[in-house]
C-alpha cells in the first residue's frame, strides 16, 4: 500500500511528513497494524521574505502585490491540469508568506511554465502572473540552480547571453550556443541540422542571418536588458 | 411658504423619502421611469428578502402605500427628467411622460438606485449561451413564478452552484468594489432553494463570504448548518458545457489544484452597478461622482444624503451597493437635510 494511503486528503501532506512503522512499540504496548501511520506536525517558523522584495522589485514581478489569492491563475493554468505541483497562485502565495523552504521544494516544476498567459488573461486583479512566475522562477534560479532540469538552463542562459551580446536571436547560434552547453555539440553536425544547414545556404538565409549584425548603437542600449531584466 | 421637493426614483429609497417629506408637510412630486413603484423590489418581485426574510411585496405594497395615501405627494409614473436649470431658489425641472410639465423645486432627491451587472459582459460564465446559467435576479423571479426548474430541460435541478462575485471586485470588467449584499441575498437564496429540493447539492464559489455585521450566523452558518450548503474557496474562471450541463472550472484554493465541476443549475450573484438614471441626472444636476462611478457622498460623517450641490440630495443605492433596509433608512436620511436645509432658507 502506498504511503499513508489511508489519511483523508492526503495530496495535503508531503511523504517526509508521514511516519510508518511496520512494527510498533510505544510504552511497551504493540501498536503495530492500523495505529502505525503518524504525522510529523510541521511547525513553519522561519520566514524568509527576501524573495517578495526581490520579485516585486523585478521589473517583470511587480503586480505580485495585486494578488488576492482567488486561484482562477490555477483554474486556467495549462500546466497545472497536468503538474499538480505546478500551482501559480501557491507559488505567490508561498512569496508572500515566506515559505521559501516549499518553494525550493517545488523549485524543479516552476521552469515549466509553458508562457501561454491563460492566467494573466484570467486574473481579476491585473495581476501579469505568468510573469510574475517567471520572475519567481528568476529568483529560484539563483537560489537552487541545481534544481533547474540542465537543458531548461542551458536553454535560458544560452537565450540570455544571445540577446545580450547581439541584440537579436539567431535560431542557428541559439541552437549552437544550446547544444555546446549540454555537451551535445555533436548534434550540431547531425544529419537534420546538416540538412537544415545545405538548405539556409541554399536560399540564401544563412548569409542573411550572419551578416544582419547587432542593433544600432547596441553597445549603448544593451542596459536595458541587463539592468532592468535583472533588477 | 410651502416648498416643493422632487424626488427622483420609485424605488424603497426614493418611496420612504418621499412619504416622510409629504409627512413633514412639504409638497413632493414622485418622478418614476416605470409604470410601476418599487424599484428593484418590484421589477424582479423579491418574493422573500434578506435579511429578515420578509415578504418583499408586502414591503412594496406598505411603501407604494404611504405615498398613494400622502396628500402631499403627487406621483408620476412613466416620467423622466429632461432639462434641468438652476433657477433663483431652485431647481426649474423639465418632466417628460405622459403630462409633460415644467417644476421648480426648492430641494431634489436623487433616488436612482443601480443596474445589475449584465454578465453577458463577461463572457467567461457563459451567460445568454447556457441556459441553465442564470442570474440571482432571475432566480428572484423564478422564486416568483413557481418551483425551480432548470431552464433547458424543466427538470428539478439535482445539484446547484452559485458563483460570487460575478462583476464585482473585477479589473478585468472594470468594477472593482464589492456589491455588499451578494453574499448575503445568495445565502438566503441557498436557503429558499433548500426548502424546495430537500436533496439537491448546493454550493457556493466564494473569494471572501462576506455576509457582514449581524449577517454572519443568520444567513452564512444558517445556510451551512441547517440548509447544508457547501461553500468551496476559488473564483471559478470559466463556465463551459458538458453533456447538457454547465462545468464550473476553479481552484479549490484551500485544497489546492483545478477542478471541474458539473452542476444542473448555475446561479450567477451578479452585482450592482449605477444605473443609466444615476448617471445622467448627476450629469444634469452638475454633481460630482465618486470613482466608481455612484454619487458621491459629500460629507458622510456629517449626513449621509448630502451631494457636492446646495439643494440635491442623495438617497439608497445610487450613491453606492446597499441593502432595502438601508435604502430606506437614507430615504429617511434625505428627508430631514432637506427639512434642515429648507429651514435655513427660510430664516435667509
Ligand atoms: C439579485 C438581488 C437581490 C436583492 N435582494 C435583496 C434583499 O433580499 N434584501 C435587501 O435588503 N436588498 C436586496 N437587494 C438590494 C436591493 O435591491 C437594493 O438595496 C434596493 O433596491 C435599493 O433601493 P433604491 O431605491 O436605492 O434603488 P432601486 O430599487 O434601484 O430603485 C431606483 C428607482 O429609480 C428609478 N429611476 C432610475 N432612474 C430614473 C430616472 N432617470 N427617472 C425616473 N426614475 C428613475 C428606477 O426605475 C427605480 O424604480 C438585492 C439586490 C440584488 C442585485
Ligand atoms: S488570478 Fe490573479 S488574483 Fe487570482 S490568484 Fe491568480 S494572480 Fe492572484
Ligand atoms: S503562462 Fe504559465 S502559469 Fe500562466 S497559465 Fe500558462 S503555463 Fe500556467
Ligand atoms: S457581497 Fe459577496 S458576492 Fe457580492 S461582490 Fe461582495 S464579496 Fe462578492
Redesign the interface.
Known sequence: MAKGSGIIERSLLEDDQIMEEENLVMDGIDISGRWNTMLKTRVHSQRDLDSWDEVRASAIGESIDNCIQCGMCTAGCTVAQEIPAFNPRQFIYWVRVGRKDDLIKNADVIWRCVGCYICTNHCPKEVNTAEVIESIGQWLRTQVPEKMDPAYRANHEAYRHQLETYGRLSLPRLQAEFLSKLGRQKELFGPDLRQAAVKMLKDGRAIKTLLIGRPRHWNRSRFVLTDSARA | MSHSVIVIGGGPAGLQAAATLGNFGFDVTLVEQHDYLGGAVAKHQYQVLMPDFSSGPALVERLVGSVKNNAHVKILTNTTVGTVEEVGDGYQVQLEGPKPQQMVAQAVVLATGFDHFDPTRDG?YGYGLFPDVITGAELEEMFAKGPIRRPSNGEVPQSVAFIYCVGS????VGNTYCSRVCCAVSAKQSIEIREQLPKARISMFY?DVRTYGLWEDTLYWRSQEESGVVYV??????VTQKNGQPVL?????L?????EWPFDLVVLAAGMEPSQGTRTLSQKFHIDLEPHGFVQQAEPMKNASLTSRPGVFVAGSASGPKAIEDAIAEGDVASLAVMQYLKTKVVV
Request: proline share 5%; charged share 50%; net charge positive.
Open positions: 467567461k471586485r473585477d479589473r478585468q473569494m474557496k476559488g473564483r471559478i474562471a470559466e472550472k476553479g481552484e479549490d484554493t485544497v489546492r489544484g483545478p477542478f
